[in-house]
């Protein structure tokens, strides 16, 4: 049964970093990815960054590329998302999911696994 276990989230403002953290359990994660979605408030869950769990490869979404980085410590299990510089615009709770294939997809359908989430929220 895999767990995902998010941490990190808070309030911060504008121009400021949060350091996001999911705690895997479960399984080995050799072959799978990895990922970060947010949800804002009446929106859609949209992703944000995916990991290849095998070899680090990572994928962004073009709203958070050269802002926020993606990576995992394959010894402890555990993926982060650093993200610099926030927006008020990612205010959202933010979501780990794994997805059991290295074919990287950027569908909230395509990852049977989720976090409970956590909550960040960026003051102007």
């Known amino acids: 049964q895999v767990q995902l276990v998010e941490s990190g989230g808070g309030l911060v403002q504008a121009g400021g970093s949060l350091r996001l953290s999911c705690a895997a359990s479960?399984?080995?994660?050799?072959?799978?990815?990895m990922g970060w979605f947010r949800q804002a408030p009446g929106k859609e869950r949209e992703f944000v960054a995916a990991?290849?769990?095998?070899?680090?490869?990572?994928y962004y979404a073009d709203s958070v590329k050269g802002r926020f980085t993606i990576s995992r410590d394959s010894a402890k299990n555990t993926m982060y998302l650093q993200m610099n510089s926030l927006k008020p615009v990612d205010t959202a709770v933010y979501y780990c999911a794994s997805h059991p294939s290295p074919v990287v997809v950027s569908t909230a359908q395509g990852y049977p696994y989720w976090g409970q989430g956590t909550q960040v929220t960026v003051s102007s």
């Open positions: 479960g399984r080995t994660f050799s072959g799978y990815v």
């Open positions: 990991i290849r769990w095998s070899g680090g490869r990572t």
